[in-house]
């Protein structure tokens, strides 16, 4: 595609439901990031994806939270038992082959907001 | 790993004035530098980057310095116009990690 899209755009969540958000990356890129920003913050990261494999994970804040990506394409990111501090806008970048040299691009981010 | 620090946190200058933001790093085997604008609903885009064999670059009124010995590097806008108005974020990248700054709201009052 033209760009990073992320789906839903916007989506209200009851506490303790689950959640899926969509990442479809630039279409060839093979390195895929997960962010969370929460209202004012700065970039807070999830979780990278090289290929269909996460070599770094360390950014996931609870067991709650899981992603995955199959066909080196399309990422899901899920959270579980959804809680009130879940509330944020998740954005998703994605660039060629990550690391130096590589131009990363955002997508315009899931507002995720649990009530 | 990587931290990366910004400031200032907010700017407010006048339409017409330069505006520099700056970040520091730590870890000197980070070794690309991109810096991203981000308005309002909307997520970050790419507005110019710098890599480490580089001391600085320009595009148009937006440069980027890049000083490898102190591990800093800075944004400067020239000829501030109100559509600059937003959040910009720095970051440095370490073993295909980006670590983000944790952003500058900057406001050009017309």
């Known amino acids: 595609g033209a760009g990073v899209s992320q789906s839903p755009s916007n989506k209200v969540t009851e506490k303790g439901k689950d959640v899926e958000l969509r990442c479809d990356p630039i279409?060839?890129?093979?390195?895929l990031y997960w962010y969370r920003q929460s209202l004012g913050q700065g970039l807070e990261f999830l979780i990278y994806?090289?290929?269909?494999?996460?070599?770094?994970k360390s950014g996931l804040p609870s067991d709650r939270f899981s992603a995955e990506r199959t066909g080196g394409s399309v990422s899901t990111l899920t959270i579980q038992r959804t809680q009130q501090e879940d509330s944020a806008v998740y954005l998703c970048?994605?660039?060629?082959?990550?690391?130096?040299?590589?131009?990363?691009?955002f997508g315009q981010g899931t507002r995720l907001t649990v009530v | 790993g990587e931290n990366v620090e910004q400031h200032p946190s907010t700017l407010s200058v006048q339409e017409g004035d330069s505006a520099v933001i700056k970040c520091t790093y730590s870890?000197?085997?980070?070794?690309?530098f991109p810096w991203y604008k981000q308005e309002l609903g909307k997520g970050p885009q790419l507005i110019i980057d710098?890599?480490?064999?580089?001391g600085e670059k320009k595009d148009q009124r937006i440069a980027v310095t890049l000083n490898k010995t102190a591990k800093h590097f800075s944004l400067h806008i020239t000829e501030t116009q109100p559509e600059d108005s937003a959040v910009y974020f720095c970051?440095?990248?370490?073993?295909?990690?980006?670590?983000f700054g944790s952003g500058t709201k900057l406001n050009v009052k017309p």
């Open positions: 970048a994605s660039s060629t082959n990550g690391g130096a040299n590589t131009e990363a691009f």
């Open positions: 279409s060839g890129h093979t390195a």
């Open positions: 994806f090289q290929g269909n494999s996460a070599p770094d």
């Open positions: 870890d000197s085997a980070s070794n690309y």
């Open positions: 710098i890599r480490s064999n580089v």
């Open positions: 970051a440095a990248i370490n073993f295909n990690k980006f670590y």
